[in-house]
């Protein structure tokens, strides 16, 4: 199909650079109608949708600022990014934190260590809803592992799902269980330092610690970077697991209603569109200022190898 | 093993300086590696510990499933679990109308994003950087503030109830993430096999084809795996968008497996281990191209 139009297009005697444009554009615009088709028409109907009361049955009515006003005096809202943040909050760095470990603790050669790796990886391909159902039992207050293994060390039961305290250190502990798929783009990045550098510093007596501190983890710093904001925007648009485990609910009482838990539930629960777009207009914005922090005050202290080409 | 590096660090060290020093630093090296050996026992325990609960727990008998103290391994192997299980609602339906998604958004993705990355990898047109400054930028944005207009335009599509909007828009770009890493993988192949091509006759198309596809299997297995992932564990697009039960996909299928109070513990701790198994079964497979892959792309800007 494509070769078709590039062997029409050269009959008409193009320069080369035309020619250059009009192929790299046809190699390229399946992403340019996918991004004005799914993305783009979208944000704008989205941004529509904010200024309607629409249920999916009656036409969309305009509404004016209503919805907009609302989100200053919605209860659940509150609760709701209270929930979302705190998660994010303790759930990103202790990810972070446990991927790099895990990455530095398999960048070794030795017979074995591919076992290691894929151990370590695996629960983090894990299908989200078995994820939730697994850990809906660990968590189970009478006869789940987690407080088997509590109380075995003398620890009380903790009504983990059930207890406004406790749901969301749950939440964060079983995203723990998930540090894998970090781990694997740090331990990518950890294989691209040339052994050179930790000569060098071993030569300048460097040991262990100097090597993790002063070679280490400057030049991951990209990819601690990406990691970092990518950890951000998708612990911020949790699901799934907490759709899963609270069936729906966000439950004990919205302790963990997640903000996307909530624009579901807003939208296609209460079946209110123009709400639910409002909100999501916040988790936008919020994303975008925690971003735009993330990259003002850490993007410049990032260490490039080459400079960008 | 270990006597063989210290040789090889022997007949390497040639600064005379560093002989003291690295007595210390051999002494000190080894603490590191028996605390890391130690460390990565024990964390690949914990990593392990709840799918061994998991699979135990899936062949226990309602009695022992609330046994304490609990019951390791179950007297009696209770595989009867699993096939309770699995005809409580006809998975084999949800397995079908699943593979199907699958499928058809590996195939997607995999053309649909090489095609583009080769753009953005290995031509130069004007206008390029500024589109890939859009990729990047899609690859930052929140998916969550498009689910509620996406929603409203498939209705009006016509396609709620069907698998299309859960297909069709992978077709266009494949998703900025795979872009971004098959270009980066593309960046990495050298520039005169495709100049050679090129005076050998060879379109952009036939080098993208022929040349390029056939050199970056690691990347695209590693995009095919997260793509054949995201949609077998994808429950928030079902939930919105499949309707009538003979549409449902198994994790549709599963997680009303929790709200209905009807399905015991060790049911749905068979069905988990079920949906799990041919994912850890795949990884097996796949893994050697996977971590390659990763590794090769390198992820950097």
Known sequence: MATSSISKTSKIRLTPTMRRTIVGYIFISPFILGFIFWFLIPALASVYLTFQRWNLISPPTFVGFDNIERLFSDPLLGQSLKATILFTAFSVPLNMALGFFLAILINRTFRGIAIFRTLFYIPSIVPAIATALLWA???????????????AFGGPKIPWLQSTTWAIPAFVLLSLWGAGSSMIIFLAGLQGIPDIYYEAAEIDGAGPWAKLRHVTLPVMSPIIFFNLVLGLIGAFQSFTIVYLITSGTGGPENATLFLVLYIYRTAFRNMNMGYAATVSWVLFFILMILSGIVFRYLGRRVYYEHEAE | MSTIDQSANGTQLKWPASKHSSRIYFRRDRVWKWASNIALVIMAFIMVAPFFWLVSSSLKSQIEIFQSPPVWIPERLHFENYTRALTIKPFGLYLVNTLKI?????????????????????????????????????????????????????TRLGWVDSIAPLTVPLFFGGGAFNIFLLRQFFRTIPEELSDAARIDGCSEFGIYWRIIMPLSKPALVT???????????????????????????????????????????????????????????????????????????????
């Open chain 1, 137 to 151: 039992w660990m968590f189970n207050t009478e006869f789940g592992l987690v407080n088997i293994l509590i109380t």
């Open chain 2, 102 to 154: 699958v499928i058809l958004n590996v195939v997607a993705v995999v053309l649909s994003s090489s095609f583009a990355a080769y753009g953005f990898a290995r031509l130069n047109f004007p206008g390029r950087d500024f589109w890939f400054g859009i990729v990047m930028a899609t690859l930052f944005l929140p998916y969550a503030i498009l689910i509620v207009p996406s929603f409203m335009i498939f």
């Open chain 2, 223 to 301: 995009v095919a795996l997260f793509t054949f992932l995201n949609a077998w564990n994808d429950l928030l697009g079902p939930i919105i968008y499949l309707r009538s039960p003979n549409n449902f996909t198994v994790a549709v299928g599963l997680s009303s497996f929790r709200s209905t109070l009807d399905v015991s513990w060790d049911l749905q701790l068979a069905a988990t281990t079920a949906v799990t198994l041919p994912i850890i079964v795949l990884f097996f497979f796949s893994q050697r191209y996977f971590i390659r892959g990763i590794v090769m792309t390198g992820l950097k800007g």
